[in-house]
């Protein structure tokens, strides 16, 4: 009975590996672009030091792009051994997954104008926000 239901956890556990696999490729085919393609005198120009202005264009950098969570951790631990500030990471995190500026027609079309325009302007103004309280609490308990 033991060894059935071991078995059965093994098959299951590999039936799942298997499904997740094709996205481990893109996580680290996107990691190999990243790091190629992206240099960090690229990042550091672009990310100035300013918290404010790191905040915002992290806010905007993940507000445009599109992905499954997963990524966009792999790419925030990536940009911060770059050196970029942990706002502008937060900030990138918290946007791609909450504003998906790529799939706003679909979310225009499914749910109005109106809906789509205050849920994705709340999000933007909530991922600043929750990037600041984010970065405080980590700086009070650090």
């Known amino acids: 009975m033991a060894d059935k239901t071991f078995l059965r956890s093994i098959l299951q556990s590999l039936k799942n590996f298997g499904s997740i696999l094709p996205m481990l490729a893109a996580v680290i085919l996107t990691m190999g672009l990243f790091q190629t ?7 550091k120009s ?7 202005g790191d905040t915002l264009i992290g806010t905007l950098a993940g507000g445009v792009s599109v992905g499954n969570p ?6 925030g631990g990536e ?4 050196g970029i500030s942990l706002y502008a990471v937060t900030a990138f995190i918290l946007s ?3 504003i998906g500026v790529v799939q706003l027609p679909l979310e225009w079309q499914l749910f109005g104008r109106r809906f789509t325009i205050v849920r994705n302007l709340l999000s933007v103004i909530g991922a600043i926000v929750v990037t ?4 405080m609490t980590l700086k009070v308990f650090s």
């Open 46 to 52: 672009i990310f100035s030091g300013n918290t404010l």
């Open 132 to 135: 600041f309280l984010t970065v």
């Open 37 to 43: 393609y992206i240099t960090e005198d690229m990042l």
């Open 79 to 82: 940009l911060l051994s770059s």
């Open 96 to 98: 791609w997954v909450s």
């Open 70 to 75: 997963v990524v966009s951790y792999i790419l």
